[in-house]
């Protein structure tokens, strides 16, 4: 099994550095900071840095199909408009308790949106994956999840590939495409002997999942069909979050990471902690879609 290293990209200081997503169109490159409550972005064409506070948590950011973005927040998904720096809340979270919030999210080829939840206190069979529809119906797709986390698709799209974090595993489902449905969920890759826990998620052209290991310090990649591990990135942060492709040939691999939870031995030996990394690849990644296409 080959192994190759990561290297430093931007350097921040992210709490909890999570849910990365290349616009190829504006070359800009976004992810967000959950416990920060922060959008961060970088724009390749102006090689410039930027940041927005939302003002409470935020698990996801998906570019839409006319300017701005969709954001899933602590209460809801909303749009906002760069420019005004403005939110409008287009989906409330059916929450009374206030013991949940969004976390991962991606849109399809369809221009729909899937994102799920967690339960901020770890409670099982709480949390859900949802599809948000172009027309703004929203669809519960998997119930009973504890900490909906990476979803990915396949190269055609027939397969959808989910990961519920404490349960160590990747599940694939058939996938139609035409109804936005998932059907037949079975285990892909089992994660039991791995370091750390499955957390984002991305696939390439080749049909493999690129996975990030929290609290195991890496990003590995699998075949889904053997359930065979292929190839492992070692990044310089134990809590490693998130990654996506990313560049003119989607052939770069972004890694997003985390400080919390660190201690100060910690924080010493891996100072770069919440940073985003990079490592170049030989394989081609899958193309973000957009909100409402």
């Known amino acids: 099994m080959e ?6 990209w931007i350097r921040v200081r992210n709490t909890l550095g999570e849910g990365p997503c290349w616009d190829a169109e504006l070359k800009r490159f976004y992810w967000v900071d959950i416990e ?9 064409k102006e090689d410039e840095l930027s940041s927005f506070d939302m003002g409470q948590q935020l698990g996801f950011v998906v570019p839409k199909v006319t300017d701005g973005v969709v954001v899933g927040l602590k209460d809801g998904i909303y749009e906002w408009d760069e420019i005004f720096r403005e939110l409008d809340k287009i989906v409330e979270l059916d929450d009374p308790e206030g013991e949940l919030r969004f976390n991962d999210g991606k849109a399809d080829p369809y ?3 899937f994102a799920g939840t967690l339960h901020l206190q770890d409670q ?6 949802y599809r948000l529809d172009r027309d703004g119906t929203t669809t519960e797709l998997l119930r009973g999840l504890t900490l909906s986390n990476g ?4 190269p055609d799209h027939s397969v959808f590939y989910h990961i519920d ?6 599940r694939k489902y058939d996938f139609d495409l035409r109804t936005g449905t998932l059907s037949n969920g079975t285990v892909a890759v089992d994660f039991e002997a791995e370091e ?3 957390d984002g998620m991305t696939s390439d052209v080749d049909g493999c999942l690129w996975v990030a290991h929290y609290a195991g310090g890496k990003v590995s990649r699998w075949d889904p069909e053997t359930g065979e591990k292929l190839l492992e990135v070692n990044v310089p942060a134990p809590n490693v979050t998130s990654c996506c492709f990313i560049g003119d040939g989607l ?13 100060e031995s910690a924080l010493e030996k891996y100072p770069d902690a919440g940073s985003v990394f990079l490592v170049d690849t030989n394989v081609k990644g899958m193309p973000l879609y957009r909100f409402g296409r």
């Open 124 to 129: 099982e069979g709480q949390a859900t994956l």
């Open 36 to 44: 920060g409550h922060t959008l961060w972005w970088y724009d390749e």
């Open 251 to 263: 052939n770069r691999l972004a890694i997003t990471t985390a400080r919390e939870g660190m201690d």
């Open 196 to 198: 750390g826990f499955p």
């Open 151 to 154: 979803l990915t698709w396949s």
């Open 3 to 8: 192994r190759v290293d990561a290297s430093l």
């Open 111 to 113: 221009g729909r949106l």
């Open 165 to 170: 974090t404490p349960t160590k595993t990747i």
